[in-house]
């Protein structure tokens, strides 16, 4: 059973940065798009962004100019997020998809606060 695991979250301050990284417990291969959810207190999970496997990205519109998401390879995606708000603060969970088969990671927690 191959497991996602996420990994770069913590405490920032408003205005700051974080860059989550997501990578396979171990090699996959085929043409996976990958992604990156977000799920905040008294909210319903929520797309962040998407890359696909030729490399097209999708943004949700709050985080457009300010998250950029990434393939490192075919077996790690990871998240770029600066001019962090409050409202970015939330479990991030990354998704690997092919076909019928998803893969999810367990989530890294994110808090934007002063």
């Known amino acids: 059973q191959v497991q996602l695991v996420e990994s770069g979250g913590g405490l920032v301050q408003p205005g700051g940065s974080l860059r989550l990284s997501c990578a396979a417990s171990?090699?996959?291969?085929?043409?996976?798009?990958m992604g990156w959810y977000r799920q905040a207190p008294g909210k319903e999970r929520e797309l962040v962004a998407t890359?696909?496997?030729?490399?097209?990205t999708n943004y949700t519109d709050s985080v457009k100019g300010r998250f950029t998401i990434s393939r490192d390879n075919a077996n790690t995606v990871s998240l770029q997020m600066n001019s962090l708000k409050p409202e970015d603060t939330a479990v991030y969970y990354c998704?690997?998809?092919?076909?019928?088969?998803?893969?999810w990671g367990r989530g890294t927690q994110v808090t934007v606060s002063s």
């Open positions: 998704n690997f998809k092919k076909s019928s088969l998803q893969l």
């Open positions: 890359i696909t496997w030729r490399g097209i």
């Open positions: 171990t090699r996959i291969f085929g043409l996976f798009d």
